[in-house]
């Protein structure tokens, strides 16, 4: 008899069900705190920035970002609106269907689209607000660093 | 008679091949790759093509944006190296200039001063949403800072094309759009402009391609090692006069995500393995290179990468490594030198060619 012909025990299977949900759970809570310290630490970074009175730059680096979210929330938002532009003309011509198998595809076709615009724009969004931690902590590292190195007094 | 691979699978051979006359270019991933390769083995390159990539190591830029060195190389390749909120969020140069001069005073790489006479021609679509513009001009200034002659480097950014090999396929998508396959029609061939900046005393196309694309075994040039993320076969245009013995210059062709030629798209989350989409091999059958090498005596080299999501290898979307996913240690990623195991595995392709 081969392995695979071997179905596994009833509790093996729930015991490697248990540890995949655990690890998937302690995934994501590791990742959500990957998300609170970048932005702690942004806050953190920004503070020392304003104390070193490099404030200005950093409320128009602040503004410039809020233009380019703006941008891409726009862009998101005519993405989702085309999306359901065409699923509205899928729909329309649901009745031209010509047996009920064909039907039942085309509705869970439609359904299966409407999941996926859905997930997409779920994900655009994220990725948005992981953008705009990422990419400010990233400017204001960098701009701190600078103000280290002219604060730094000359070697002797 | 029209271009066809052939069928046969063969082991990659060697020709009559001018050695340290080779010269790389690529799309996307590819573009990322080929400033990573250019870099590592500079002494065997007179120049390269930049299609949408950014500058050396740029997935490095910010340790700060996660706990773990690979997490934070993936994070920062998204939203630093490919699409940064504003152009202040782009990946600076002079950070890549500092880690190509450590990397090569560590031996990791070949000598900078390779670099100095090589000819560069970079690339961005103004209507390019998935590597913007901004990230591209400092790849620019990035070998501009090396030391490279304004002069030798030619940089396009008033096309109004997506993110894209551009073409002049009727097949192709239109030119502003940034969609999969990433083929965009725009009347010319990109891969002709680029060659011809790099090598400036190239003949025109004189008509069909009458020599062979190869199809070769690549597992030997990397072990078969699943981390490598590379495809069992990868491809080489040889022209007629160079199968006759005539000498040749090597070019080598790197496709961008998602256009190996096994690449399986993903549908709700799972493998499309019911239809695959067959446009994997139009990045090596229809971008031009072929023609115009033709003309030429240009082997062209078309190494191939594969999509692979298992536990220890995230390349879903069938990438080159630019940020350290094919690297045995994902605490000191090793994507970017001499010994990463994508770039040994190309070189070792283009010295079996002779190059």
Redesign the interface.
């Known amino acids: 008899m081969t392995d695979h012909a071997t179905p596994p025990a009833p509790a093996a299977t729930a015991g490697s069900m248990a540890t995949a949900l655990a690890a998937h759970a302690a995934k994501r809570q ?1 990742l959500v705190n ?1 998300a609170a ?2 932005t702690a ?1 942004l806050a953190t970074t920004m503070a020392k920035l304003f104390a070193a009175g490099r404030g200005p730059d950093a409320i128009a ?1 602040f503004f ?2 809020q233009a ?2 703006q941008r891409r929330l726009f ?1 998101q938002q005519r993405d989702f609106a085309a999306g359901l532009q065409a699923l509205a003309a899928q729909w329309r011509q649901l009745p031209s269907a010509n047996s009920l198998t064909n039907l039942m595809a085309q509705e869970s076709n439609l359904a ?1 689209q409407y999941g ?1 615009l859905l997930s997409a724009q779920a994900t655009s969004l994220l ?1 948005v607000a ?3 931690t ?6 204001a ?2 701009h701190y660093a600078e103000v280290q190195a002219t604060a730094a007094p000359p070697a002797p | 008679m029209p271009l066809t691979p052939n069928r046969k699978v063969v082991q990659l051979g060697g020709y009559t091949v001018q050695r340290g006359q080779s010269s790389v270019s690529g799309l996307s991933s590819g573009a990322f790759m080929t400033v990573q390769l250019h870099l590592a083995h500079s002494a065997s390159f007179v120049g390269a093509g930049v299609v949408a990539g950014g500058p050396y190591r740029c997935a490095e830029a910010f340790r700060g944006s996660a706990a773990l060195p690979s997490e934070a190389y993936m994070l920062n390749s998204l939203y630093i190296c490919m699409a940064p909120m504003t152009p202040q969020m782009a990946p600076q140069a002079k950070q890549s200039v500092a880690l190509a001069r450590q990397a090569a005073a560590a031996g990791q790489i070949d000598p900078i001063e390779n670099l100095l006479d090589d000819r560069l021609y970079i690339f961005t679509g103004s209507k390019d949403t998935v590597v913007y513009s901004p990230v591209v001009a400092n790849t620019r200034h990035f070998y501009e800072a090396l030391g490279v002659p304004p002069a030798q480097i030619q940089y396009v950014d008033d096309v109004p094309a997506g993110h894209s090999m551009i073409t002049d396929n009727p097949e192709d998508s239109p030119l502003g759009a940034n969609q999969p396959p990433y083929l965009n029609n725009g009347g010319f061939m990109l891969s002709h402009r680029i060659l011809r900046h790099i090598y400036p005393d190239l003949r025109p196309p004189a008509g069909l391609p009458t020599g062979e694309m190869v199809c070769f075994d690549q597992t030997e040039f990397f072990g078969n090692l699943p981390r490598a993320s590379m495809s069992p076969f990868g491809y080489a245009y040889v022209p007629r006069a160079v199968l006759e013995g005539a000498p040749a210059r090597v070019h080598i062709a790197l496709h961008g995500c998602s256009q190996g030629y096994n690449f399986t798209s993903l549908l709700d989350g799972r493998a499309q393995t019911a239809s695959q989409p067959p446009y994997g091999n139009r990045y090596f059958m229809t971008t031009g290179y072929a023609d115009i090498a033709d003309s030429n005596d240009l082997i062209v080299l078309f190494p191939q990468v594969q999509g692979l999501e298992t536990g220890a290898l995230m390349n879903p979307d069938g990438c080159w490594d630019w940020w350290g996913y094919s690297s045995e240690d994902q605490n000191a990623p090793d994507y970017f030198g001499k010994s990463a195991i994508q770039i040994q595995a190309i070189h070792a392709m283009l010295t079996r060619l002779g190059g």
């Not at chain 1, 990422?134 to 400017?139: I, P």
Request: proline share 0%; aromatic share 12%.
């Open positions: 590791a990957g310290t970048r630490q680096e410039a970002v380019a979210v862009d299966a996926l990725e992981e953008g705009v990422v990419g400010y902590g990233y400017w590292e960098r």
